[in-house]
């Protein structure tokens, strides 16, 4: 995974079982492994995951950075004014 899971993305993680959990990039503002929360020390859930953050953490960061710059130029050259429409 390119980033750090949200707590509804671990949660799914947990449900499904999964075992080991890789991702790069850390998520600051809503990131459930590590970053804002540390879901998975609590201890509750009935399934452990093992996880490894930070792994080509730059890379993906990059790759997302790319991703949104791109989608919110393919945005605005579809509405330049960026009014809604609807």
């Not at 799914?12 to 929360?37: D, K, N, Q, W, Y």
């Not at 080509?56 to 949104?68: I, K, P, T, W, Y």
Request: glycine residues 10%; contains cysteine; proline residues 3%.
């Amino acid at each position: 995974v390119t980033l750090e899971p949200c707590a509804m993305c671990l949660g799914a993680l947990i449900h499904a079982r999964v075992e080991r959990l890789v991702f790069g990039a850390a998520e600051p503002r809503a990131g459930a492994v590590c970053s804002t929360l540390s879901l998975l020390d609590y201890g509750h859930f009935n399934h452990s995951v093992i996880w490894q953050g930070g792994v080509l953490a730059e890379q993906s960061a990059s790759l997302l950075r790319n991703f949104f710059r791109a989608k919110r130029a393919s945005s605005l050259a579809i509405n330049p004014g960026g009014v809604d429409a609807g």
